[in-house]
Structures are given as structure tokens and as C-alpha cells.
């Protein structure tokens, strides 16, 4: 049984693989959801990778989920940033991304290259990136949701750590951003600074609309955000494509992005119910957002509000299922 292998021949690596744990998510634990009594054996463990961002978490939680009570799979969640994940596919150590926003470089060097990990189709998710404004600032100056007015105002965006120029917030450093490039080609009088994570960046949004703060910062969809705080985007050159294809040189809006899963090579292949799922998954914005509220919004454990999600949805996980 393959899953017995993996283990035996993941023993030289857990000191590597604690390591990569720790540098992807600050000393973050690896989590674990073992079958239930009772469940059908599953041919294989699932080992999923969390990116560090509610919308990926809640994808990774309810597929996990629905392994573990559906399919009786062994799940192992492992907090790493981006590419430390995909590293993990050489080793055995990861199994699934199972929310990819483009990475064409990645792509080639594991995909192409390596041939270590491989696409497993859409999750169904639309990505969008951008600039946006907390919703008082768009109704009181809508001139800022065009960035050839920017300049205008970009005292109005400083900061202490914008440096006498106007700040552009930024979230984690390992997010897809263009951003550095965007403002230098723009010529725009603004300077990037990173908040350090989604809910940083989340909550610097909620005090600038609460405190009427100029403020204009990096943010996605899907997004739970937006059914509380319907945050404007701001209107970049239009992507046309190519025009992001040297990552020095961008000077356009990010392109839309049909969000997909990545997987390794070699646990596909074998063929596995939980392969089968990680294959067959895929849903809405609106699936994700609910359960990402859930999670940030409703303070639910992850495990919990997937499990609230799929006894909700049990006709849409059926479409998930292998097939007998």
C-alpha cells in the first residue's frame, strides 16, 4: 500500500521538513486530522499544503474534511508559504496546493522542470487582484478610483512609514503582487509597504473606513471582506497580454485569474480516493467566501466550519465523491 511507503520513506526528512514548516509560518505546527472509528480505509494519507489565506484555508479544510469523514483518509495540514510548498512535492512531503494563483514561475520549475508536481483543474474560483479604497474615501473623493489622480493626493496617503510619500499597503510578501514595479513604471509618488499578513491588511482596511483614514492597499477576491466592507477598486492601465510577461517592466492591471490545484506527480498518479477528490473539487466565490467567514469573520475553527459548509452542501460534495 503506497501510504505505508511514503511513511517509511519520509523518515530521513522530517528534520528537512520541520525546518521548511518553521521558515514557511513562523514555527506554526503541523496539524493533523486522523479517520474516525468506523470510516473506510482510505488507500493513501493526504498531505495539504495552507497557504497563508482564509479563502485557501477554507478550500483546504473543507477537501479535507470530506476526505477524512467521507473517504476515511488520513489528513495532515501544513502551513507553508507558496513555493516552500511546492517544494514538498519532490519529497512526498506535500500532496496537494489546492489554490494556485498563476505562478507561471513556479510552473515551469516543478511543473516543467522538476516534473515533480502537475495542474489538477480549476477550483472553480475566479482570482482578482488590485487596489483598492475603503468605500468613504471612494464616495467622498471618487477622483482616487483612477490612478492617473493618484499623484494629486499622495500626501493624503502618507505615512510614518511611507518615507514623505504615499503609501501603498501591501499584505504578506509572498503574495502574487506586481506592485513595486506598477507604482515605479506609473511614475507614481508612492512608496509599497508590506502589512505582514491578510488579517493585518484586513484590519488596516476596517480602521481607515471607521476612522475616515486615507488609505489605498493591495487586496483579492474571493473574499469574505466584501459582504462586510465593499471596498472600491481603483482603476489601473488595462491588462493586455504580455504586458506583465518581465516582472520589472509591468505597468498594466493584474490579469483575471482562473484560480487552479497543484498537485504532486506521484500521489496523483497513484490513482487514490483522495487523488480522485483533489481532482473532482470545485466551487463557487460565494462557497469559499461563506466558509472563510466562518473562520474569520465568526471566530469557527477551520475543521468546524467546513464541516458546517458540507453538511449544508452534501449536494455538491456528492459531485466530489469517487466514483464506486
Not at 498531505?47 to 473517504?71: D, K
Not at 489528513?75 to 507561471?104: C, M, R, T
Amino acid at each position: 500500500m503506497r501510504r505505508m511507503n511514503r511513511r517509511a520513506g519520509r523518515m530521513a526528512g522530517l528534520a528537512a521538513v520541520a525546518c521548511l514548516v518553521l521558515a514557511g509560518c513562523g514555527g506554526g505546527n503541523i496539524e493533523s486530522a486522523d479517520a474516525p472509528a468506523g470510516a473506510s480505509e482510505c488507500d493513501d494519507e493526504l498531505n495539504m499544503a495552507i497557504n497563508p489565506w482564509v479563502g485557501y484555508e477554507a478550500s483546504a479544510h473543507v477537501v479535507g474534511y470530506v476526505a477524512r469523514t467521507e473517504l476515511g483518509c488520513e489528513v495532515e495540514y501544513k502551513p507553508l508559504k507558496e513555493e516552500l510548498a511546492w517544494q514538498g512535492f519532490g519529497s512526498g512531503e506535500v500532496d496537494v496546493v489546492i489554490e494556485n494563483w498563476g505562478h507561471a514561475d513556479l510552473k515551469k520549475k516543478y511543473i516543467q522542470d522538476q516534473k515533480t508536481g502537475m495542474v489538477v483543474g480549476p477550483t472553480g474560483n475566479t482570482g482578482i487582484i488590485g487596489w483598492y479604497v475603503p468605500p468613504w474615501l471612494a464616495k467622498a473623493h471618487p477622483e482616487v478610483l483612477n490612478w492617473k489622480n493618484l499623484n494629486k493626493f499622495s500626501q493624503e496617503f502618507a505615512t510614518s512609514e511611507s518615507g514623505g510619500q504615499g503609501q501603498l499597503l501591501d499584505g504578506d510578501p509572498s503574495f502574487v503582487t506586481n506592485d513595486e514595479a506598477l507604482v515605479k513604471n506609473l511614475n507614481l509618488d508612492f512608496k509599497v509597504v508590506y502589512a505582514g499578513s491578510e488579517p493585518a491588511l484586513i484590519q488596516a482596511f476596517r480602521q481607515a473606513e471607521a476612522n475616515k483614514d486615507w488609505m489605498i492597499g493591495y487586496f483579492y477576491e474571493p473574499q469574505w471582506l466584501f459582504e462586510e466592507l465593499p471596498l472600491k477598486q481603483v482603476q489601473l492601465p488595462p491588462y493586455k497580454a504580455g504586458c506583465d510577461a518581465n516582472a520589472e517592466q509591468v505597468d498594466c492591471e493584474y490579469p483575471t485569474y482562473n484560480l487552479d490545484k497543484i498537485a504532486s506527480r506521484e500521489y496523483i498518479e497513484a490513482g487514490s480516493p483522495g487523488a480522485k477528490l483533489v481532482e473532482n473539487f470545485k466551487w463557487t466565490n460565494a462557497d469559499q467566501n461563506v466558509v472563510a467567514g466562518y473562520i474569520a469573520q465568526d471566530g469557527m475553527s477551520p475543521e468546524a466550519a467546513a464541516e458546517k459548509w458540507v453538511k449544508a452542501n452534501m449536494d455538491k460534495v456528492q459531485k466530489w465523491l469517487p466514483a464506486e
